[in-house]
């Protein structure tokens, strides 16, 4: 099985990325958090930072844009490639209100001669190769079968597809029934995405789809980031690596970032996953949230790591 870390945005930017791949290096692929395609011709300081070539090193990363003009993705594509990068995710996903309501992301979904006019416009241009991250619609899941048509015209590197649709958000469960068609529909590979949190998650959908070879997951792993350790080789994840793996994350966060604030609100939306590995640990989520200063921080974590354990039994979604 080939593993890919999803993009979550503000969680998986360069910092976690590396740490990740420093401690447990069995990623196939990361993908950076949504970058905006517009007409702007220089990247924004985080973005670029993200996706520099001397911030990944070692790692595969493919970078993902967000946009509904194709020339903006074009033009956006040639400064990715002269970067280095052969291979640029297009997202069709994501439900934020404020994405959706531009057409954008999974609102670009239900706009679909105008997808179709967009992918036929950038795959001629063929600046790199291309792969889509896709909900299986924006409001009902029979879309997909239109929208499975349109992604059929083109030879999209990888189909990622995440079957919920906009509405869902990332609520209800998946639905493997348009999963299972998508396999027998699609022309192009496809990888699957979503709610695969715990072993025994990643051993049922393996029974169900054997035929799947690519799966990528994002909140299991920001939880467990010892995740596919523990599926491929039964390695449990240590809570002295975990330690090891937050205070690299924590030094370096403190190292690029300005103010203390801005550092513990990117340890606390991290500690929102994986504080589930935790036996005991409503108490001290509670008191890593309220901290409001390093030193507060630092205790509370400190005393969740002497005073309990990693688990591994939660779901965290
Ligand atoms: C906080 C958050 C941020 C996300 N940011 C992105 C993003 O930038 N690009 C994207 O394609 N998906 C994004 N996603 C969706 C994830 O990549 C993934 O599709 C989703 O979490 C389902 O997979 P999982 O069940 O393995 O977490 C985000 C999800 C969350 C919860």
């Not at 194709?70 to 033009?75: G, N, V």
């Not at 869902?168 to 999963?179: G, S």
Request: one cysteine or more; aromatic letters at 12%.
């Amino acid at each position: 099985m080939n593993f890919y870390f999803a993009p979550m945005e503000g969680l998986t930017g360069y910092i976690y990325r590396n740490a990740h791949h420093a401690f447990f290096n069995n990623i196939d692929k990361y993908f950076s958090p949504f970058i905006i395609a517009n007409q702007s011709e220089s990247f924004k300081t985080k973005e670029l930072n993200d996706i520099l070539p001397e911030n990944n090193e070692g790692l595969v990363l493919v970078p993902q844009l967000l946009t509904n003009n194709a020339k903006d993705f074009i033009h956006t594509s040639k400064k990715m490639k002269q970067m280095g990068y052969n291979e640029i995710n297009l997202n069709l996903g994501c439900p934020s209100g404020t994405v959706v309501s531009k057409h954008r992301g999974s609102g670009f979904l239900s706009k679909r001669d105008e997808l179709d006019a967009f992918l036929d416009e950038i795959f001629t241009s063929s600046i790199t190769k291309i792969s889509v991250k896709t909900r299986i619609g924006k409001d009902q899941p029979e879309e997909f079968y239109d929208l499975i048509e349109i992604f059929n015209k083109y030879p999209i590197e990888e189909l990622i597809i995440h079957p919920r649709i906009q509405k869902d958000f990332y609520k209800n469960k998946p639905n493997m029934k348009i999963f299972k068609e998508a396999l027998i529909l699609s022309k192009n590979p496809v990888c699957y995405n979503g709610d695969i949190v715990t072993v025994e998650d990643y051993k049922n959908f393996s029974a169900d789809f054997p035929s799947v070879g690519t799966l990528m997951l994002g909140r299991g792993l920001l939880a467990n980031p010892g995740l596919i350790s523990d599926i491929n080789n039964n390695i449990k994840l240590d809570k002295n690596t975990l330690k090891d793996f937050h205070d690299k994350i924590y030094e370096d966060y403190k190292r690029v970032l300005f103010g203390d604030r801005n550092v513990l609100f990117k340890m606390k939306e991290l500690w929102f996953y994986m504080i589930s590995v935790f036996s005991d640990n409503a108490k001290y989520a509670k008191k890593i949230k309220k901290s409001e200063r390093l030193y507060d921080y630092e205790e509370a974590v400190s005393s969740l790591f002497k005073e309990q354990d990693v688990i591994i039994l939660t779901r965290v979604v």
